[in-house]
């Protein structure tokens, strides 16, 4: 009669064992999940981002192909005027003297 009894710890103790391994391999995954997830989330936020800023990229060329977009470039980057305009410069002299 011993036997079975040995055989009953032994069945129950491979079973707990099994079970514990089980848990820990559990969170262990859900602890990756996690990980997996908040990874994910980050690059979403990042294709948004970088979609946006394509877009903007695309309006700034779709802008910049017009002649609207030319005359604003020729005038901001290369300071060139139509005819007929004038010119205003405008100086600031500071009072500070350099010592």
């Given at each position: 009669m011993r036997m079975p009894?040995?055989?009953?710890?032994l069945i129950c103790?491979?079973?707990?064992?099994?079970?514990?391994?089980?848990?820990?391999?559990f969170m262990k995954e859900l602890?990756?999940?996690?990980?997996?997830s908040e990874t994910l989330e980050t690059r979403?936020?990042?294709?948004?981002e970088t979609?946006?800023?394509?877009q903007e990229l695309r309006d700034k060329i779709t802008y910049y192909k017009t002649p609207e977009g030319?005359?604003?470039?020729?005038r901001e980057q290369f300071n060139l005027v139509?005819?007929?305009e004038k010119i205003y410069r405008i100086e600031?002299?500071?009072?500070?003297?350099?010592?």
């Open positions: 009894r040995f055989r009953l710890i103790a491979a079973a707990s064992f099994l079970i514990c391994v089980s848990i820990v391999t602890g990756r999940l996690d990980r997996i979403m936020e990042e294709l948004v979609s946006r800023k394509n030319i005359a604003y470039l020729a139509k005819r007929g600031i002299v500071s009072g500070d003297k350099e010592k």
